[in-house]
């Protein structure tokens, strides 16, 4: 059974951090590309960061870069999200995602919330 279980998410002040975590389980996360997305009430999903499956490789939406930085430890089978300098418009339900072109497979997890406010 595919798993992907967010963790991390909480209630921070801006300028603060967090770190997300999302642990699979179910399949071979090694060969998966891994990504972050996130959905703000009324908006749609985007792209926040990806990383290839041997982490040689990421990206980040413009609207985050410099701030927030993904890594996998494929050894834990768990792709991190290292999110600093929040902001009130970083707001929203983070979800985590595996992708692999090769065998057509695309999971979800079921996002954690992550609500900057002073």
């Known amino acids: 059974q595919v798993q992907l279980a967010e963790s991390g998410g909480g209630l921070v002040q801006p300028g603060g951090s967090l770190r997300l975590s999302c642990a699979a389980s179910?399949?071979?996360?090694?060969?998966?590309?891994m990504s972050w997305y996130r959905q703000a009430p009324g908006k749609e999903r985007e792209l926040v960061a990806s990383i290839t499956s041997t982490g040689s490789s990421t990206n980040y939406a413009d609207s985050v870069k410099g701030r927030f930085t993904i890594s996998r430890d494929n050894t834990k089978n768990t792709v991190y999200l290292q999110m600093n300098s929040l902001k009130p418009e970083d707001t929203a339900v983070y979800f985590c995602?595996?992708?692999?072109?090769?065998?057509?497979?695309?999971?979800w997890g079921q996002g954690t919330q992550v609500t900057v406010s002073s």
């Open positions: 995602n595996a992708n692999s072109i090769r065998y057509g497979n695309d999971y």
């Open positions: 179910g399949f071979t996360f090694s060969v998966y590309a």
